[in-house]
């Protein structure tokens, strides 16, 4: 089993509409968690960190369940630059430079 | 404009021959990394460093080498023992513990090996 976990799409979704990515991880002991998206062709950037009590952002919603082990990343009032690949990253802990696990992404593509 | 400027952004080499990837940053990060992307698939961590001449192996070290004798620069080589070199090439750095999350990534390199 991946130690991050996503479905690779891709979620085709009108304009306008609510989307919603899971992402599971398999280390108990993982610490940190985050979004990053990343446009077709080009580097990843951070779109969030991920808190235990959940988090908004505008248009964006990260939740963490810990006890099942998954991240949530819902979009509402998706747009056209919406569209791109959305990474889940699980940190381990520490302070070394290998803590960080990333998922396989997810595709999101919205249309007019 | 502070950032990471990696090149070339793509690249065409023959199998057997090494490539040397470049990487600098004037964000003055101390913590800088390599990853490799693969179509489908996570970033793999190549290798890190997390301070001038020293180094550490990721996931994926076998037929890459790297070298950190400065804090801006983190050359990345591919060498002839990596076995399926073709992928995209991010280099990343950050300030400090990897634990904040926060990586700040070059506009990768695009390796084919023909």
């Known amino acids: 089993r991946k130690e991050v976990e996503q479905d690779p799409g891709p979620f085709n979704v009108p304009e306008g509409a609510t989307v919603a990515f899971n992402c599971t991880y398999s280390?108990?002991?993982?610490?940190?968690f985050f979004w990053y998206r990343q446009d077709c062709r080009k580097e990843p950037k951070l779109l969030m960190s991920?808190?235990?009590s959940g988090n908004e952002d505008g248009r964006f919603t990260a939740q963490l369940n810990r006890a099942s082990q998954y991240i949530s990343l819902l979009i509402r009032d998706s747009k056209l630059s919406d569209s791109a690949t959305y990474l889940c990253?699980?940190?381990?802990?520490?302070?070394?430079?290998?803590?960080?696990?990333f998922g396989g992404g997810t595709r999101l593509m919205v249309k007019p | 404009d502070g950032g990471i400027t990696q090149s070339p952004k793509y690249l065409f080499r023959k199998e057997g021959q090494n490539v040397t990837l470049s990487c600098e940053q004037n964000?003055?990060?101390?913590?800088m990394y390599w990853y490799r992307q693969d179509p489908g698939q996570g970033l793999r961590l190549i290798y890190y460093?997390?301070?001038?001449?020293?180094?550490q192996k990721g996931d994926i070290a076998e037929g890459y080498s790297v070298s950190r004798e400065k804090k801006e620069s983190f050359p990345l080589t591919v060498t002839s023992a990596q076995k399926n070199p073709t992928a995209f090439y991010l280099c990343?750095?950050?300030?400090?513990?990897?634990?904040?999350?926060?990586?700040?990534f070059g506009e990768g390199s695009r390796l084919t090996v023909l």
């Open positions: 990343a750095s950050s300030i400090g513990a990897v634990n904040t999350g926060e990586l700040f």
């Open positions: 280390n108990s002991a993982s610490q940190s």
């Open positions: 991920v808190y235990s």
């Open positions: 990253v699980v940190c381990r802990g520490g302070n070394a430079g290998n803590m960080l696990t």
């Open positions: 964000l003055n990060h101390d913590a």
């Open positions: 460093s997390q301070i001038v001449n020293d180094f």
